[in-house]
């Protein structure tokens, strides 16, 4: 059976090697914890349909290894995406500090109006947090990001974390913003969407004839 939806997006999941990308993605995709995550080699993928205001959302979803051998291999799938997450680890400075060479890559190489959600992942590791909220939201909004603080082992925020950066998306393609028929915008129309497009000439009453220009 065919999926129906109206839009699909690209997503990209980035920041240092482990910081948590791979098991946001699993806790999104499969509502679980991923007990035994080895480092990602190039690049994993996932997708999956949600629905945000109405619509019908296919998330085209791409997890890049954070390791900085791999960087090559990830920077080439960064083309034409419309959203991604950013993730940092909240126990790890040095994940944190790293978030600026990652943000000046995804806007260089992604698209310049790609939205991006910054994640601080690892909510449940309070206690050797190293990072406060208030510095990373300060970032985030220097940045011009969505922010918020994920677990991908208690699934905190993690679905909110996609659903925001595609409400956003959508949000700027009604405004006009962003134009999904443009190329490299990560953004296409789903058969859902193209279906509602055509349904004008098949609500035409019998008989009558459409103008042609
Ligand atoms: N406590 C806690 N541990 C987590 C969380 N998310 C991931 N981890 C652990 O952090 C480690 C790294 O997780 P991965 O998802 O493999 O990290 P990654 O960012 O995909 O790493 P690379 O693929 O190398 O880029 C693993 O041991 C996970 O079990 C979380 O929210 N809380």
């Given at each position: 059976?065919?999926?129906?939806?109206?839009?699909l997006?690209?997503?990209?999941?980035?920041?240092?090697?482990?910081?948590?990308?791979?098991?946001?993605?699993?806790?999104?995709?499969?509502?679980?914890?991923?007990?035994?995550?080895?480092?990602?080699?190039?690049?994993?993928?996932?997708?999956?349909?949600?629905?945000?205001?109405?619509?019908?959302?296919?998330?085209?979803?791409?997890?890049?290894?954070?390791?900085?051998?791999?960087?090559s291999?990830?920077?080439?799938?960064?083309r034409?995406a419309?959203?991604?997450?950013?993730v940092?680890?909240?126990?790890s400075?040095?994940?944190?500090?790293?978030?600026?060479?990652?943000?000046?890559d995804?806007?260089?190489?992604?698209?310049?109006?790609?939205?991006?959600?910054?994640?601080?992942?690892?909510?449940?590791?309070?206690?050797?947090r190293?990072?406060?909220?208030?510095?990373?939201?300060?970032?985030?909004?220097?940045?011009?990001?969505?922010?918020?603080e994920?677990?991908?082992?208690?699934?905190?925020?993690?679905?909110?974390?996609?659903?925001?950066?595609?409400?956003k998306?959508?949000?700027?393609?009604?405004?006009?913003?962003?134009?999904?028929?443009?190329?490299?915008?990560?953004?296409?129309?789903?058969?859902?969407?193209?279906?509602q497009?055509?349904?004008?000439?098949?609500?035409?009453?019998?008989?009558?004839?459409?103008?042609?220009?």
């Amino acid at each position: 059976m065919s999926e129906s939806y109206d839009f699909l997006f690209k997503f990209l999941v980035i920041g240092n090697a482990g910081t948590g990308k791979s098991c946001l993605l699993h806790q999104f995709i499969e509502k679980r914890f991923k007990d035994e995550s080895n480092h990602t080699i190039g690049v994993e993928f996932g997708s999956k349909i949600i629905s945000v205001v109405n619509k019908m959302v296919k998330l085209q979803i791409w997890d890049t290894a954070g390791q900085e051998r791999f960087r090559s291999v990830t920077r080439s799938y960064y083309r034409g995406a419309a959203g991604a997450l950013l993730v940092y680890d909240i126990t790890s400075r040095e994940t944190y500090n790293a978030l600026t060479t990652w943000l000046s890559d995804a806007r260089m190489l992604a698209s310049q109006n790609i939205v991006i959600i910054l994640c601080g992942n690892k909510k449940d590791l309070d206690a050797d947090r190293e990072v406060t909220f208030l510095e990373a939201s300060r970032f985030a909004q220097e940045n011009e990001l969505m922010f918020l603080e994920t677990s991908a082992l208690t699934g905190e925020n993690v679905e909110e974390a996609f659903v925001q950066c595609a409400r956003k998306i959508l949000n700027k393609i009604e405004s006009g913003e962003l134009d999904p028929e443009r190329m490299g915008s990560g953004i296409q129309y789903g058969d859902a969407a193209l279906r509602q497009l055509r349904s004008p000439r098949r609500a035409q009453p019998q008989g009558t004839q459409e103008c042609g220009c």
